[in-house]
């Protein structure tokens, strides 16, 4: 049996619910083991590292080093701001060995061991590496026929490390959305800031990012939009009523995970992948609207 | 935005310390990464914008405005309790930007409680937060580790090595 350590951030355990349940009801139908990571800290995201990275560096680290315990599993980290922020500490730990002195000393101060050896992975990746479009397309009991669907990556796990897909012209959800049966649109905004922490601190800024992003799903005429990213998935869902406001354009595009969109070609139900925790739901055969 | 990227990097070269420290522009930064893979001179923009935000904070120079507000409030949360509330922290920025704007969240956030997304009263906390407050002062004693720019390289072991 595949096993993995799961490092859920804070996201996945508040409005990112879904994506967590979605996540875990799919690779445990999979058969792949995930243990959450005992005690996990906040990874430090973009705000700690704006202010002190000394201290964001050894925050992410004390997760690695909790990781280190275990027996050499992966981490999979789904929120794509974790994702970065602990692949980033451990990029930055190898590259700077006076950094690495210093947060391996504090960390022993609270008896952690700190060696490197914890990878950080996506579960996107992890999905179609490790199992493979070819295992997960034998799954597929219930494929979204007719459904077509706007893929959106996001920033941080396309760069600056560019170990889940090619960041230019990344290719590896789309290759997902066709194996659960749906139909990919061609999306030219699929790697394009949604927004990030600037739709609720600078709105003029930051609803546009959205709007630019909604705008042109709608055109493309998508029947839904996934993301990989609890906050990607916040900023173009949470926010269409009040760019109808500001705007007076109507989007009513539903917005999923694709950890959900996996789990429903696979058979699952709509509880069990948290559809009904959605705003918006998208128009699946067997969905509720 | 009140100076371009192009315009910091050019102030920085040319030693105008003040101005770029005193700029928003860094915090305007979503540090989503696309001009540090698109520059044709691997100049690491983004980075050099933490930078920036760093020694403004460090300094004490930044102009006062809703995201170092965030950002300083987020590093508060993180250390008294380990981890984020999302409720918490959206409460806080919302009225930092505003009355008006903290009314406005109010439908929203009523719809998220009741898709089992939002918990008012929640507050997400570690157990054992005395263990990450000891590695964080152990970090706060002596000099600080200075982070020369270096080109990002892919950490040993992940999956697919790609030298940057």
């Not at chain 1, 964001?56 to 701001?81: F, H, K, M, T, V």
């Not at chain 1, 030219?188 to 992003?213: D, F």
């Not at chain 2, 003040?18 to 980075?47: G, N, R």
């Amino acid at each position: 049996m595949r096993e993995y350590l799961y490092y859920p951030g804070c996201s996945l355990k508040g409005i990112g619910g879904p994506y967590e349940q979605s996540l875990l009801s799919a690779f445990s139908k999979l058969g792949v083991k995930l243990t959450e990571i005992a005690d996990w800290n906040c990874c430090g995201a973009t705000a700690y590292m704006s202010v002190d990275a000394n201290m964001a560096i050894a925050l992410a680290a004390r997760n690695l080093a909790i990781a280190e315990r275990s027996d050499g599993q992966d981490i999979i980290a789904p929120c794509s701001g974790c994702y970065l922020s602990l692949t980033k500490a451990k990029a930055m730990l190898e590259q700077y060995p006076e950094l690495r002195a210093k947060v391996v000393g504090a960390l022993g101060q609270a008896s952690l061991r700190y060696t490197g050896r914890s990878n950080v992975r996506h579960p996107l990746e992890v999905l179609m590496t490790d199992i493979g479009a070819k295992e997960l397309k034998k799954l597929v009991t219930k494929p979204l026929k007719n459904l077509k669907v706007v893929p959106y990556y996001g920033c941080a796990i396309l760069r600056p490390y560019e170990a889940v897909s090619d960041p230019h012209a990344p290719t590896v959800l789309e290759e997902m959305i066709s194996l659960a049966g749906a139909t990919p649109l061609d999306y030219p905004y699929k790697g394009r800031c949604c927004g990030g922490m600037l739709t609720s601190g600078v709105q003029t800024v930051g609803l546009r990012l959205a709007e630019i992003l909604l705008e042109a799903a709608k055109s493309a005429q998508a029947d839904v939009i996934v993301t990989t990213c609890p906050l990607c998935h916040y900023n173009l869902e949470c926010y269409q009523d009040k760019l109808r406001k500001s705007t007076g354009k109507e989007f009513g595009v539903p917005v999923m995970y694709f950890t959900q969109m996996l789990g429903l070609a696979m058979g699952l139900s709509e509880e069990e992948v948290g559809m009904n925790r959605l705003l918006r739901k998208p128009a699946i055969a067997g969905v509720t609207a | 935005m009140d100076k371009t990227p192009r315009r910091i990097i050019g102030l920085i070269r040319a030693g105008f310390k003040d101005e770029v420290l005193s700029s928003i522009s860094p915090w305007i930064c979503t540090s989503c990464y696309s001009c540090t893979v698109e520059c044709p001179a691997k100049i690491k923009i983004t980075d050099i914008m933490f930078v920036v935000k760093r020694m403004a904070m460090q300094e004490k120079s930044y102009r006062r405005f809703v995201i170092p507000d965030i950002e300083e409030e987020f590093v508060r949360m993180v250390r008294k309790n380990g981890r984020l509330t999302e409720s918490k922290m959206g409460i806080k920025v919302a009225r930092k930007s505003g009355i008006g704007n903290l009314l406005s969240m109010v439908p929203l956030a009523w719809k998220l409680m009741r898709h089992d997304r939002l918990k008012l009263f929640h507050t997400e906390r570690m157990v054992n937060i005395d263990e990450l407050r000891t590695v964080l002062e152990a970090m706060e004693t002596g000099p600080r580790v200075t982070l020369p720019a270096k080109p990002p390289v892919v950490p040993t072991g992940h999956h697919q090595e790609v030298t940057a």
